[in-house]
Every structure is written in C-alpha cells, then in structure tokens.
C-alpha cells in the first residue's frame, strides 16, 4: 500500500507529537519520524510542515549555536500547537477506531 496519502493527512500531527516530546531541529525531527515507523517521509515534507506550524503560531523557535557546523533552528510546541495536538489526537482515535471497525466488518 502506497501510505503517502495517508501521511499527508497525519504528518501535521506526527510532527506535533515528536516536537512535543522533545524540542528538535529540522533533520532531528525526520529523524525521530523514521525511528518511529515512517519511514518514507521526506525530508522537505517535513520542513515546510515545521515553517508551517510555525507560521500558524503551534510552534516556536530558537537558534542553538554548534560546533560541529551551522547553528541549528530549534523548534519547540506552544501552547496553541498543544491544544492542536490534543484536537487532532482525538480525531485520528475516532476516526481510526472507525476505519477499523468497518474493515472488521463492525456495523457503524
């Protein structure tokens, strides 16, 4: 099955749920993605799913000088984003719970 549909409608949420965990940068937030099972998403998905939570006021950030290169953008939740990720957590559990129950053939 082709899940690239299915993590358009969910990397939103994904990428709340990781960056509520814990603070992280762009590469750092693909990486805990893939380390979490999705493992065909994309790197630029990701980082305009970040400009985009940003933009919208669900998340914040700050910059984290390194030594090992450039400094890093870190991206932490607000908690407008909390609010967010609360929302949609309880609509993806309905509406899994409902896909669910039709594939085992449960009457609606």
């Known amino acids: 099955m082709d899940t690239t549909q299915l993590l358009k409608g969910v990397l939103d949420l994904a990428v709340l749920a990781v960056v509520d965990a814990e603070d992280g940068y762009g590469y750092d937030v693909v990486r805990r993605l893939r380390a979490g099972g999705l493992d065909d998403v994309g ?6 799913t970040l400009r985009r939570l940003y ?4 998340l914040t950030s700050y910059v984290v ?3 090992e290169g450039p400094h890093r953008k ?10 967010q990720l609360k ?12 896909v669910s129950g039709i594939l085992q053939g449960v009457p609606a």
């Not at 933009?55 to 669900?58: I, M, P």
């Not at 870190?74 to 609010?83: A, D, K, L, N, V």
Request: proline content about 6%; overall charge negative.
């Open 43 to 48: 790197d630029a998905s990701v980082y305009g």
């Open 55 to 58: 933009a919208s006021g669900a």
């Open 65 to 67: 000088p390194s030594d």
């Open 74 to 83: 870190y991206y932490g939740i607000t908690p407008i984003g909390r609010s």
């Open 87 to 98: 929302s949609q957590t309880d609509d993806w559990a309905h509406f899994s719970a409902t």
